[in-house]
């Protein structure tokens, strides 16, 4: 950091880099990398080395004091750390050498001097296969398989080391332990440790980064009494994309390079891709990659899902996965799914140099990216599309996001990937549904940006796109679409040409804008108006950025005269062809249509700038002042343009499968209409009681706003005749008539609580309140410092206490005392029960409890209960099922509420004792129930966890025990009720 001083200002710099000198740079390159070479021919003779692993570790230790006592290669390194490698200059150098390869190891060995040496070393010799060959450096599996070989991930700074584990460390560590250089380099080891000092005032990103994939900037100019002061800062990211093949086959490195220095990855998966259901296909298991389903079949091949060959791969790999799997519903795309992540990152300790790898399609990479955003204000991650969307827009997109108030993407973060790989032999699994809808975002592009996408997909598109999956599945094509289709190799080609058209269209119109610090955003087209209808149609999103394209189209040609009829005839025949929607009577709404206007304008900073194609298809113009009567107008012309009899479009405009029920996504539409019909009926309110100004057409306004409070007066039955009808549109039969098959574990279910929010607390408000016995044991177990949400909580226990109540119970127990609230509710209802046939004698509430200091702060609460509670209150200390054994030995008692709300693991154990299927008499008294708490967190449970598991089995042995019969409650995590038949 430096400060210059004049009369008037004073201006820090913030960090001394070096000018990237051409000439100078390329000439140190070029010689370091023969350096290299050299090094690697003489020391680790790559091809012919042992394969055992201290012979290959021991390599590597010469090879580091080789290389970092070199001069020639240690003044590269210097100079590479001080030089800006993530500014526009450097990457025009490399660039301008054809080779991004390199580029891409040099921003990476800028922070050699915080990478463990291992890596370094690998990074150093690809970088000399890279020089001279670009391609050549995807293809050393080999070395890199070596190079990781013996690996410790649990090696620090402050271990005492040798030369095999001194590779393992930090090069700034093994420097400063003196455990790479003898004695008679110590003036070498002198000259690193002055330049690890200098770097942390000059360049500090290259000695102490946070992750290696981003640098900040900073200018700040100050009056001399700094009482005005004007700054300018930025942030600048290093983004790679790779569209690839087979990225899971065991010879492909991309993500290994990534992973495999760090010993573990962080997975977040789409669950479809866990579903055998959706992803399951063929594997040659010699090699890891998928197989054509058309082709012929591998003699060692297995059916694996994508998770299943992804674990497969980084097994081969050494690399440890921990697999987050939560669900790529649009349904589920909400804050509390981004949630749910984030506490699972923060429990397994993500780092901020760690990139999480995010797994799966579109609504994956916008939740998990979003998490990422605000884990540690900003966590690295890297995307492995799996499908359309993903692969060539939401995946390697800025915008991170969730759906909110049945809005599209409503809240969100603007959080590149560092690595986005695009492998189409992936989208082999996906529904015909998702490839349709996916090529909806490649359209866009092909309208906006580039002509020759567009006449690509007229001639490869319409036909066999959707077909083929992209040219990944040829078995559902008969003999006469294989002929059609004409050459294979070409066909190919045509499909890879595809998405890097795609993909070339996309970074060219969103990686100059990715904070949308402007609106000339070409990539919007077809997202102006679809946001706001998308959710409350249900619609897969690809076809609702196909209606609005259309419409937008349209628009270009007869309010904007901006494209000719012809012009948007043809766009609109491609949009059909492809068979997404040209309409949907969601359309229909003016309302949901103008206030899609409003919140457009809200989020694009006062400017509607809808982008469309203007003067040719391939470019565009941005349409800005529009008026609802127009927009309406419009709206109905195009109706009427795409859907009329005997149109020229197919299926008079309407797309196949365009809903996300159609290929199993659940739906939206429900909860969303609701949203936005609310939010339109409080925007009118707030705009009348905003403006004094009276009018006939404000008191209309005012009208339709308080429709919903003349609902009031009217019948019942009218009521559910005018709104509930719509309302339940959606609504499925609530009665079962079969008895639900056994599965191994219960559904996936993304939440971590039953409830949406405030119901609970809601439903908690209108209830009774609790006794100032429940109050002063949770004041007691708050002060004791024990976990309270254990606790019942004010509303289940005042449901115990009425169950007891109105079972008449007067002997109750209760498994799982924690501190006492459960068993002070049974003695509260069982008292209550028992005044009203005039005797409390036989009132018993035996409670049990395993820990001692739990055991300890209950005695303590049942010791400031009221007398009368404390005098029925049976407090055990010690294990559960022995007592209940020794209970049923030796004594007669039985009871009339059994309460099951101890250890999870347990509950089948608990039930059998109960019932007496042990061989011993039953602890259950006829006509008596049982109550099982937490049943319901066989779903709300990590999925990992053991305990979600054995509710899940004990929630089905009941189910299918014919004795009884029961019900599942939805009071807090669940409830089951169960008495004998």
Known sequence: MTSTNNTATQQIDYYSLEKVESESFLALFGESVARIQSIVGEIMNVENDSDDKFVQSMALYHMAVAVFSDDSLSKFLKLLARLPVFSRDFEELLSQKSNLECLNILKKLKFYVNLKIRETLYLLTKLSVAYGDEDGADKLGVMLTKYYAGVNHNMDAASAVGPIDMVDLKFKDAVRQDVLFGTAAAAKRAEYLAEFEELEKVEPHAVYPTSIYRQSDGCTVATKSSHKIEAVMSTTLSSSIRISSHVLGFDNNHLAEIYRPLGRAVIVLDDKLDDATYTLGPVDLDTNRRINDGDEKKSNMGRLTIRQQMERYFYFHGVTCNVLTRSGNEVDKDIESVQQILFELKKLGVMRNEPVLIVGGGVIADIAGFACALFHRNTPYVILATSIVAGIDAGPSPRTCCDGQGYKNAFGAFHPPVVTLTDRTLWTTMHPGMIRHGIAEIVKMACVECKELFELLEKVGPTHLVKTKFGTDFSGLNEAELKALGDREEFDNDCGRVVGLAMESYVKAEFGNLWETHQCRPHAFGHTWSPGYELPAGMLHGHAVATCMGFGAYLSWKHCDWISGDQCLRICQLISDLELSLWHDVMDDKEIFHSCTKKMIQKRGGNLAAPLPRGDI?????????????????????????????????????????????????????????????????????????????????????????????????????????????????????????????????????????????????????????????????????????????????????????????????KCLDIGCFTGSSAIAFAEGALAAAAKSGTTADVEVHTLESDEKTAEVAAKIFGQCEPKVQNVVNLHHGDALSWMKDCAANTETTFDICFIDADKDNYLAYYSLIMGDSGMRPLLAEGGMIMADNTLSALVYDEEDSRRKALHLFNQHVKNDARVEQCVLTVREGVTLISRV
């Open 618 to 810: 391939g470019s565009v113009g941005y349409l800005n002042d529009i008026t609802d009567a127009q927009l309406s107008q419009y709206v109905d012309e195009y109706k009427s343009y795409v859907t009329k009899e005997n149109s020229t479009f197919a299926r008079n405009g309407y797309g196949v499968e365009p809903l996300l029920d159609d290929v199993g996504l659940g739906d939206t539409a429900l909860e969303a209409t609701a949203h936005v019909r609310a939010e339109i009926a409080c925007d009118k309110k707030n705009v009348v009681a905003t403006d004094s100004a009276s009018s006939e057409e404000k008191k209309e306004d005012i009208d339709d706003a308080n429709t919903a409070e003349d609902n009031r007066s009217k019948s019942y039955q009218q009521w559910i005749k005018d709104q509930q009808t719509d309302r339940n549109a959606s609504w499925k039969l609530n009665v079962a008539f079969d008895t639900a098959k056994d599965t191994e574990e219960a559904p996936h279910f993304p939440h971590n609580t039953l409830f949406h929010n405030n119901a609970e607390k809601y439903a908690s408000s209108q209830t009774s309140t609790v006794s100032n016995n429940i109050m002063a044991a949770a004041k007691v177990t708050v002060e004791e410092d024990l976990f309270a949400p254990c606790m019942v909580g004010s509303l289940e226990s005042q449901f115990l206490k009425m169950m007891a109540k109105a079972n008449n119970a007067h």
